[in-house]
Every structure is written in structure tokens, then in C-alpha cells.
């Protein structure tokens, strides 16, 4: 009889998403439960205390997300977990962490919307959410999951960009990917190439948590740890305290900002199928890409000349990558569960170049493979 391989698990993408954190280090979780995405926090609940880590069912979501935040000023990889409503509560203090550069993840498994919507159903349509959710201008990581396993490598990734780069990161998951069960083999911690915040090098009195130094990413000092310093989402200078000067203040913004965009080839990630002679090019992301693959492969072998790009990453966008991939097809189709909040940006970076064709669903139901072949096929 074979002996069953340990590393070979059958989950569910909630679950997948819980162990990738675990994995990357994540020891604290605060949430409020919240359909599709309570299967994160019930996992951690139980798996989180066996590992010295903490599990705190707040009160409501805005709570979670500032303790969150606490437990990552104490030095811990933190995360937490929501949906639709429960991303909007959260957004004063994903803006808070984005501008005082408090490393974290926040994982949104979208579902049908506006307002409590269709808590059970799946939807996309929090992509200009997770970008613009919070005021002013800010930073933001957003990446999107196309499969069980994929959840946990990006959830172990956002932990990684997380601390690197001192932000808020977003796991844009959705019900589908969140509930689907999957076959994953899961690799060997070692091989996941994990990632701690830079510390500082200097003592406490010279240490400044907001030095323009020229990585554009100041080291981080844990609270406890003798450094004491001044935290506030109000406009501050390299020492952390308010300011009102402008030349500070503009320079630190500007800083804040450039940081992502600075790195953004090391962050951005796409995936490409049948581009190389691609008459047409199918963009989609999360769950709605499967069915753009199965629609590609159907094309291909009716002699159609399809390709598929998947958005592994949606923000920063991955502008340069359309424009060049798309440059030599005659026609584009954009299939998310939205009215077209992926295809807006698809035009945007292709300069209206190529006509764009929306394929759009927002009633809860995912978008077949069939759909997505009728628009490959249609003469537009």
C-alpha cells in the first residue's frame, strides 16, 4: 500500500489562505466574522493559540483592523480577514496604516454588493475599493488569487511585500476561490523564501521611523524593543511627530507613494497563455479567469487565435504589461464579476488603442466559459 504523502492536502480556499499565513509567519489575527470569509478567522482560532500566536474576535471590523495594526507595531506579522461591508468598515484604518507604513494584511473574499448584497455569491467588484477605499493619496499592494493554492502562495506573499516594503497589503480574493476545494501539495516552509521588516541599526536616540534614507523605506523598530516613537496618520516628519511644514510634508508623501511605484516590477506578477501569436487577448482575474482559460483552449482548437492574461497582481496596475502584450491583437475582452472596473484601467493602459469588449456579471452567478467564447467568437 503507498504511504499517503503528508504534503498533499485537500482544502478549501479560506482554509489554504489561513495556512499560508500561518506559514509566513502570521501570529495574530483580530476579525469579525463575515460570510464568505469566516472559514480564515474559525482555522486561525484554532490553529493560532497551538503556535504561541494570538486570536481576538473584536467587536465590530473597524476594531480589527486597528488591532491589527497594534499587534503589528508590537513586532508581529499580523493579519485579518472580511468582506464587502466589513472592507468598507476597515478603510480609515487601512489609510492610517498606509500612511504611518504599518506592515499588515488584509484579506477581502468579495462577495455581491452594494450594501450587504449577496452575502453568499460571488462578486469582484471591489477592485477600485482596494485602491482607492481609503482617502488621499496612498500606496496599496492588491493581489488576486486564482486557485486554492495560489491563495496560500499569495497570502504567504502579501505577508512578504507586507514587511518589506512597511504597507498594507490585500489579499482580493472571492467567495468562489474562498470556498472552492482543491487538491494543493504543499512546499516546504523553507523553500517559501520568507521575509522580516528591515530594523534599525542605530540606537533608540538616533533612531528616526520615518528617515528619508534612499530605499525610500525606513528601517522599522518594534515597540518593546527600547525604541520608543511617535505613531499618527496625521502628516508627520522622519520623526513621527505632526508637522505643518510644507516642504516636509510634501516631501514625505512623496516618498510614501514612491516607494510602491518604485518597486512595482519587483511586485507586479501576470500570467500568460497563447500570447505569442494572439489575435485576441482575454484579461480577467481571480475566479473569472478559469473560465477565460477554458474559453481560450475552446477557441484554440476551432483554429481561433485566443490568449489569456490573468492579473495575479491589480495594483500597482500592471499597465506596461497589457499595453505591451496587447500591442499586436486586433481586439480585447475584459470578463469580470463587475460593470467594468478592471476594463476602465485595461483602456486606459492600452490608450483606447484596441477596442475593449466588456463581458460583466453582477447577480451573484460566475461567468461561464461559454460567455467568454461567444465574445471571443463574435465579429465586433
Keep these: ?44 482560532s484554532l490553529r493560532l493559540p497551538k503556535l504561541g500566536g494570538n486570536f481576538i474576535q473584536m467587536e465590530d471590523e473597524i476594531a480589527a483592523m486597528g488591532a491589527t495594526i497594534g499587534a503589528s507595531l508590537g513586532g508581529v506579522k499580523a493579519m485579518t480577514a472580511t468582506s464587502g461591508p466589513g472592507f468598507s468598515l476597515k478603510q480609515e484604518n487601512i489609510g492610517f496604516a498606509a500612511m504611518a507604513e504599518i506592515p499588515c494584511v488584509v ?38 488569487p486564482g486557485s486554492v493554492r495560489e491563495t496560500y502562495d499569495m497570502t504567504v506573499k502579501a505577508f512578504n511585500l507586507a514587511e518589506k516594503y ?27 523564501g520568507l521575509t522580516d521588516r528591515k530594523k534599525p541599526t542605530v540606537p533608540p536616540e538616533q533612531y528616526r521611523p520615518y528617515e528619508m534614507d534612499s530605499s525610500d ?10 525604541y520608543r516613537y511617535h505613531v499618527t496618520g496625521l502628516a508627520h516628519d522622519e520623526t513621527g511627530f505632526p508637522t505643518n511644514n510644507p516642504e516636509k510634508i510634501q516631501a514625505q508623501l512623496e516618498r510614501l507613494n514612491r516607494k510602491i511605484e518604485r518597486y512595482r516590477d519587483e511586485i507586479v506578477e501576470v500570467e500568460v497563455q497563447y500570447t505569442e501569436d494572439a489575435e485576441i487577448l482575454v484579461i480577467s482575474f481571480g475566479s473569472t479567469a478559469r473560465s477565460v482559460r477554458r474559453a481560450v483552449i475552446n477557441a484554440r482548437e476551432q483554429g481561433i487565435k485566443a490568449g489569456l492574461l490573468r492579473l495575479k497582481t491589480i495594483w500597482p496596475f500592471p499597465g506596461k504589461e497589457i499595453e505591451a502584450i496587447s500591442a499586436s491583437v486586433r481586439k480585447i475582452i475584459v470578463a469580470e464579476m463587475n460593470l467594468g472596473q478592471l476594463a476602465h484601467e485595461v483602456e486606459w493602459a492600452t490608450r483606447r488603442s484596441k477596442p475593449v469588449v466588456r463581458i460583466n456579471k453582477i447577480n451573484g452567478e460566475p461567468i461561464t466559459p461559454n460567455e467568454i467564447f461567444n465574445a471571443i467568437i463574435r465579429q465586433d
Excluded at 25 to 31: I, Q
Excluded at 167 to 183: A, F, N, R, W, Y
Design 166 to 192: 512597511r504597507t498594507p497589503v490585500i489579499l482580493l480574493s472571492d467567495e468562489i476561490v474562498g470556498h472552492l476545494t482543491e487538491k494543493v501539495e504543499v512546499p516546504p516552509i523553507e523553500s517559501l
Design 217 to 226: 523605506i525606513p528601517p522599522m523598530a518594534n515597540f518593546g524593543e527600547g
Design 107 to 144: 484579506v477581502n473574499v468579495q462577495r455581491g454588493g452594494p450594501s450587504t448584497g449577496l452575502p453568499t455569491h460571488a462578486a469582484q467588484g471591489d477592485v477600485m475599493q482596494a485602491r482607492w477605499g481609503t482617502h488621499g493619496d496612498h500606496p496599496i499592494i492588491a493581489l488576486a
Design 1 to 44: 500500500m503507498e504511504t499517503p504523502n503528508p504534503n498533499i492536502k485537500m482544502w478549501q480556499g479560506n482554509v489554504a489562505c489561513a495556512e499560508g499565513a500561518l506559514a509566513a509567519g502570521c501570529r495574530f489575527f483580530a476579525g469579525y466574522p463575515i460570510t464568505p470569509s469566516s472559514e480564515i478567522a474559525e482555522v486561525l
